[in-house]
């Protein structure tokens, strides 16, 4: 079982920056890639970017050059850097840990934590 616990969400006004956190526990030594996930009101769930065990990053199109996903392995925490936001980047943003073992996915979710960018 992996653990997941996200913060730093808040309220902020358009062009600010927020850092989220997630802290993982448990059984994470063998988690292939963790990703930040967001959900917006009456919309599906979505990826925002993802990062895999080596560093490789990957990045919705909506905030490529305003997001920054990162982690440090010696704290067990995944980060995303966000600047420039706007009000459509407003959601609950989830962190996710994504683990294959024998040749199943197994997804672990946060609680979420809720951006919200004001106008």
């Known amino acids: 079982q992996v653990q997941l616990v996200e913060s730093g969400g808040g309220l902020v006004q358009a062009g600010g920056s927020l850092r989220l956190s997630c802290a993982a526990s448990?059984?994470?030594?063998?988690?292939?890639?963790m990703g930040w996930y967001r959900q917006a009101p009456g919309k599906k769930r979505e990826l925002v970017a993802t990062?895999?065990?080596?560093?490789?990053?990957n990045y919705a199109d909506s905030v490529k050059g305003r997001f920054t996903i990162s982690r440090d392995n010696a704290k067990n925490t995944l980060y995303l850097q966000m600047n420039s936001l706007k009000p459509e980047d407003t959601a609950v943003y989830y962190c996710?840990?994504?683990?294959?073992?024998?040749?199943?996915?197994?997804?672990?979710w946060g609680q979420g934590t809720q951006v919200t960018v004001s106008s």
């Open positions: 996710a840990a994504h683990k294959v073992l024998g040749g199943i996915l197994n997804d672990y």
């Open positions: 990062i895999t065990k080596g560093g490789s990053t």
């Open positions: 448990g059984s994470i030594f063998d988690i292939n890639l």
